[in-house]
Nanobody, 127 residues
């Protein structure tokens, strides 16, 4: 079975940084598209960022563009989300998700595009 595990969450003050990592077991990301989503209390899950593994194409939500960076490490089979200039509104549980087809049927920001999901890691930004 494919398993995705997120790590790197924690508590940070506004303006600080955190680096999240997503590791896969049971398969590699070699032909995948990988995305990060988040869900805050009382809100629906929202798209954060995505990357196509082989093509190195990246996509970002407007709310995080210029502050967050998604990247891959082929040797380690991991995807990272570097989060800088964090704001209290970034507080949420962050989830890693994988699309094994490496292509999108509709749009990269839709949760339905991804087949595998991790359990999430909590990010809390204080003011």
């Amino acid at each position: 079975q494919v398993q995705l595990v997120e790590s790197g969450g924690g508590l940070v003050q506004a303006g600080g940084s955190l680096r999240l990592s997503c590791a896969a077991s049971g398969r590699t990301f070699s032909t995948d598209a990988v995305g990060w989503f988040r869900q805050a209390p009382g809100k629906e899950r929202e798209f954060v960022a995505a990357i196509k593994w082989s093509a190195l194409s990246t996509y970002y939500a407007d709310s995080v563009k210029g502050r967050f960076t998604i990247s891959r490490d082929n040797a380690k089979n991991t995807v990272a989300l570097q989060m800088n200039s964090l704001k209290p509104e970034d507080t949420a549980v962050y989830y890693c998700a994988a699309n094994p087809r490496g292509a999108y049927r509709s749009h990269y920001s839709l949760g339905a595009e991804y087949d595998y999901w991790g359990q999430g890691t909590q990010v809390t930004v204080s003011s």
